[in-house]
């Protein structure tokens, strides 16, 4: 099915280790993003991309890496994971024109 | 204070009621998303708006660039509408959400 497809959906780290959340889109979509979600706070942007090889920071990119090499893939990486860095993680994609996000199922991360 | 505000926080419907759920934001947009977030965590994209109305089935979404307003109304709400509603808006590659109207329609 065509969609957005995050892994992993449940991941727990230790303070200090690193890892990367996996996004991929097969819709052909420009857009990319990726969004932490914590209570009370709603979600906000991290980063986001706007083509292959273009990447810019969103509102809360400290902590956080991405790259852009295809137009379907857009990870997330965690160069060394903080307990404020506890959260759930959505991906997004859209062709930026005419239509809305289509969301991942999203990735709930635990450091401690 | 925030660009994006919701009205109200949480809100508690009969079966069949209409519901109105307000966003206000303060800040130019290039364009207004309602995304329903399911209680298992999925988000949906509900409607993208940069003026006037859109409606799809039951669910209707105003906007008013002049007023920096937009509303979403859900006509004979049912139980599986029970979801968070989120508001957001788009300036021009950024994106800032509103805190979330949590809906619980009771049968």
Redesign the interface.
């Known amino acids: 099915n065509a969609g957005v497809t995050q892994t992993p959906k449940f991941q727990v780290l230790k303070t200090g280790q690193s890892m990367t959340l996996q996004c991929a889109q097969d819709m052909n979509h420009e857009?990319m993003?990726w969004?932490r979600q914590d209570p009370?706070?709603?979600?906000?942007?991290i980063h986001?991309s706007?083509g292959a090889g273009i990447t810019?920071q969103?509102?809360v990119p400290n902590g956080y890496n991405v790259s852009r090499s295809t137009t379907e893939d857009f990870p997330l990486r965690l160069l060394s994971a903080a307990p404020s860095q506890t959260s759930?993680y959505?991906c997004?994609s859209s062709d930026r024109v005419l239509?809305?996000?289509?969301?991942g199922?999203?990735t709930r991360l635990t450091v401690v | 204070k925030n660009e994006v505000e919701q009205s109200p926080q949480n809100l508690t419907a009969q079966e069949g009621e209409f519901i109105t759920i307000n966003c206000s934001y303060s800040v130019g947009i290039s364009a207004l998303?309602w995304?329903q977030q399911h209680p298992g965590?999925?988000?949906?994209?509900?409607?993208?708006l940069s003026s006037g109305k859109k409606k799809h089935g039951r669910l209707i979404a105003t906007i008013n660039i002049q007023e920096k307003h937009s509303s979403l109304h859900i006509t004979a709400s049912h139980p599986r509408d029970s979801a968070v509603y989120?508001c957001?808006v788009r300036l021009n590659?950024?994106?800032?959400?509103?805190?979330?109207t949590r809906l619980t329609v009771k049968p």
């Open positions: 857009y993003s969004y009370g706070m709603g979600l906000r942007l986001y706007v810019d969103g509102e759930v959505f997004a239509y809305g996000y289509t969301f199922s999203g | 998303h995304l965590g999925g988000i949906v994209s509900l409607f993208m989120i957001a590659n950024d994106m800032r959400f509103g805190a979330g």
